[in-house]
């Protein structure tokens, strides 16, 4: 790969939750960017990840942003629901990428080469800056479920199956946020526990 060719950091958010989509960012940082406090999304406070967000897309060449939602989820289940997202994220960049840079093991079909970092959120700045922004993203969804339907405290818990959250599930029953094609999910409704 030429030294001056565009490289594109790809990563994903919420692969693991029982409601909410699958979201993922793509970024092409320009060569040499320094964005200190880059790190696996995770790590980062909230209140830094917010300052973060900003700082990359002032400074970035592109970013685009793409999603799979809860119906793609449970038809497609969540690896291809995520490589979708990856794949759209990808593909509404502006700017297109000599390479793609993806985090985890499997990378999307895409018109670019791929390669495939575990943990490359935490090695490579282009890579935090996808994850980063993609963290970002479905947080603010899931603030919007929050409003929607409060009883399941998505804007704490993310929709991920905390305590309370199984707990609001068993006394309310799954919304239409929830992926009914997940395990915990899927037990509850074929026990009727909600």
């Not at 030294?3 to 989509?21: K, M, N, Q, S």
């Not at 759209?88 to 985890?104: H, K, M, S, Y």
């Not at 905390?162 to 919304?175: D, F, K, T, V």
């Amino acid at each position: 790969m030429a030294a001056a060719a565009l490289v594109a950091g790809i990563d994903e958010a919420g692969r693991g939750p029982l409601a909410g989509p699958v979201v993922a960012a793509a970024v092409i940082l320009p060569p040499g960017a320094q964005l200190p406090g880059l790190g696996d999304s995770k790590t980062v406070t909230p209140r830094t990840r917010a300052a973060l967000e900003k700082e990359i897309k002032k400074c970035c060449i592109a970013c685009a942003v793409g999603r799979a939602d809860v119906a793609e989820i449970d038809r497609l289940n969540i690896l291809n629901a995520t490589l979708l997202a990856m794949r759209r994220a990808l593909l509404a960049l502006p700017v297109a990428p000599a390479e793609a840079w993806v985090d985890g093991n499997r990378a999307p079909l895409l018109p670019c080469p791929a390669r495939c970092f575990v943990r490359g959120d935490a090695r490579f700045a282009v890579i935090s800056a996808a994850s980063i922004l993609a963290k970002e993203c479905r947080d603010r969804e899931m603030r919007d479920l929050h409003r929607r339907w409060p009883q399941y405290n998505f804007a704490a818990n993310k929709g991920y199956g905390s305590r309370a959250h199984r707990r609001a599930l068993s006394e309310h029953g799954p919304c239409p946020a929830h992926r009914r094609s997940f395990a915990p999910l899927r037990l509850m409704l074929a026990r009727g526990a909600c």
